[in-house]
Nanobody, 124 residues
């Protein structure tokens, strides 16, 4: 059974930090790009960051560059998203998604597997 399980969300004040984790199982981790998406109330889902073992070049949406860092522990099939200097606009449900490595990073069209999400709330 394929699973992506997110954790690490919570309530934090603006300027604070959180670290999200996504544990994958049921598929060959190295064959997939793992991405973080987020969806705020009333807004479309947005690709935040992606990592792939095929090229090792991380993707970040412009609004999080310099604040968020994606990393992975391939031995544990886990991807992390370190989020620093959080802003109220970062408030959203954060989802982990897995797509084949050849899919363009940041787009949800090619995502094969989704997690259920973890809520991040940033207070001002």
């Amino acid at each position: 059974e394929v699973q992506l399980v997110e954790s690490g969300g919570g309530l934090v004040q603006a300027g604070g930090s959180l670290k999200l984790s996504c544990i994958a199982s049921g598929f060959t981790f190295d064959d997939y790009m793992i991405c973080w998406f987020r969806q705020a109330p009333g807004k479309e889902r947005e690709g935040v960051s992606c990592t792939s073992s095929s090229d090792g070049i991380p993707y970040y949406v412009a609004s999080v560059k310099g604040r968020f860092t994606i990393s992975s522990d391939n031995a544990k099939n886990t991807v992390f998203l370190q989020m620093n200097d959080l802003k109220p606009d970062d408030t959203a449900v954060y989802y982990c998604g897995a797509a084949p490595n050849e899919v363009k990073a940041g787009l949800d069209d090619g995502i094969h597997y989704w997690g259920k999400g973890t809520l991040v709330t940033v207070s001002s």
